[in-house]
């Protein structure tokens, strides 16, 4: 008789636990959302309700939404591909892009942002294959993400570039603002223009830039560019051009376009200095090796067994 209570509080504390447990709604492909926005109730399996607190929101296997405004849900999490269409300022806290393959984030609008709701300070967590942000060949594009991102996925800039007389003219860019990333995956540049404010700290940098690729044009101009910032340090495993390899080093902005000039790369990027300092540097170091990790094993092996 003494184990009623106990069982009774116990019965208690999971039918409390379980109505604070926010409730899981799923992106469905009704064609009653117009748009496919976020803040339409169609487009969602909750019985017609449109996006609300308490609840976590799921984007799954390559369906597609667009934002307008604030996102009202606890949670926002694409899987296994899909994208994320952005036309306006928007604010959502926990945005996730998760699982296998790529996903997208397409923005098409002059001046755009990115940010978390009022008071919210999730990250922005990116731990897909790989994410894709995207234009296509409009001109002057750019989106400011303001959330700090954090995961390992392999960031692509496909955003459009469009050419004027020069290959600095109209170009769309991605502006990663916060001074709190822990992001660390590959990026890739194939055309448009990647801004880490704040410097970063990554693996491989790839540099693909194709001006052939944009509306049939083959001035030979660089179609990607990776802005370097007054103060800032960019640090990578490797620099490539899938051709050539950068040797491990400091370099300053002149140092790395002399060398993809050297190499008849310049097409592939431009690496451009922004507030006017010209001895900006990136830092290619290593990665630890396989071996490295293993000579470190046996000397603790070592070590040890003097001790003894």
Same mark, same amino acid.
């Given at each position: 008789?003494?184990?009623?209570?106990?069982?009774?509080?116990?019965?208690?504390?999971?039918c409390?636990?379980?109505?604070?447990?926010?409730?899981?709604?799923?992106?469905i492909?009704?064609?009653?959302?117009?748009?496919?926005?976020?803040?339409?109730?169609?487009?969602?399996?909750?019985s017609?309700?449109?996006?609300?607190?308490?609840?976590?929101?799921?984007?799954? @296997?390559?369906?597609?939404?667009?934002? &307008?405004?604030?996102?009202?849900? =606890? %949670? $926002? /999490? *694409?899987?296994? !591909?899909?994208?994320?269409?952005i036309?306006?300022?928007?604010?959502?806290?926990?945005?996730?892009?998760?699982?296998?393959g790529?996903?997208?984030?397409?923005?098409n609008a002059?001046?755009?942002?990115?940010? @978390?709701k009022?008071?919210?300070?999730s &990250?922005f967590?990116?731990?897909? =294959? %790989? $994410? /894709? *942000?995207?234009? !296509?060949?409009?001109?002057?594009?750019?989106?400011?993400?303001?959330?700090?991102?954090?995961?390992?996925a392999?960031?692509?800039?496909?955003?459009?570039?469009?050419?004027?007389?020069?290959?600095?003219?109209?170009?769309?860019?991605?502006?990663?603002? &916060?001074?709190?990333?822990?992001?660390?995956?590959?990026?890739?540049?194939?055309?448009?223009?990647?801004?880490?404010?704040?410097?970063?700290?990554?693996?491989?940098l790839?540099?693909?830039?194709?001006?052939?690729?944009?509306g049939?044009?083959?001035?030979g101009?660089?179609?990607?560019?990776?802005f370097?910032?007054?103060?800032? &340090?960019?640090?990578?495993?490797?620099?490539?051009?899938?051709?050539h390899?950068?040797d491990?080093?400091?370099?300053?902005?002149d140092?790395?376009n002399s060398?993809?000039?050297?190499?008849?790369?310049?097409?592939?990027?431009?690496?451009?200095?922004?507030?006017?300092?010209?001895?900006?540097?990136?830092?290619?170091?290593?990665?630890?090796s396989?071996?490295?990790?293993?000579?470190?094993?046996?000397?603790?092996?070592?070590?040890?067994?003097?001790?003894k």
């Amino acid at each position: 008789m003494k184990k009623l209570p106990l069982l009774a509080t116990a019965a208690t504390l999971a039918c409390l636990t379980a109505s604070l447990h926010a409730a899981t709604v799923y992106r469905i492909n009704s064609g009653a959302g117009s748009g496919q926005y976020w803040n339409q109730a169609a487009n969602w399996n909750d019985s017609g309700n449109p996006a609300a607190s308490g609840k976590d929101y799921v984007v799954a @296997n390559g369906q597609n939404l667009r934002a &307008s405004g604030e996102f009202a849900g =606890d %949670s $926002l /999490t *694409f899987t296994n !591909g899909g994208s994320l269409g952005i036309f306006n300022a928007v604010t959502v806290d926990n945005l996730s892009m998760t699982g296998s393959g790529n996903n997208y984030i397409v923005h098409n609008a002059l001046t755009i942002s990115l940010s @978390n709701k009022s008071g919210g300070t999730s &990250s922005f967590d990116i731990s897909s =294959d %790989s $994410l /894709t *942000f995207n234009t !296509g060949a409009v001109s002057n594009r750019t989106l400011t993400i303001n959330q700090a991102i954090s995961g390992t996925a392999k960031l692509i800039s496909r955003v459009g570039y469009k050419f004027n007389s020069t290959k600095t003219d109209n170009t769309n860019k991605t502006v990663f603002a &916060s001074a709190s990333n822990t992001w660390s995956g590959d990026i890739e540049l194939q055309n448009g223009t990647f801004d880490f404010t704040h410097g970063i700290s990554a693996q491989t940098l790839t540099l693909n830039g194709d001006a052939s690729e944009i509306g049939g044009l083959s001035e030979g101009y660089s179609t990607a560019r990776f802005f370097i910032n007054d103060g800032e &340090s960019y640090t990578f495993t490797s620099i490539t051009t899938g051709t050539h390899s950068l040797d491990l080093g400091t370099y300053s902005v002149d140092d790395l376009n002399s060398w993809l000039s050297g190499n008849g790369e310049s097409d592939k990027a431009l690496f451009e200095a922004v507030g006017g300092a010209s001895g900006l540097i990136i830092v290619a170091v290593p990665e630890p090796s396989s071996a490295a990790l293993l000579g470190l094993g046996g000397l603790a092996l070592i070590l040890r067994r003097r001790r003894k």
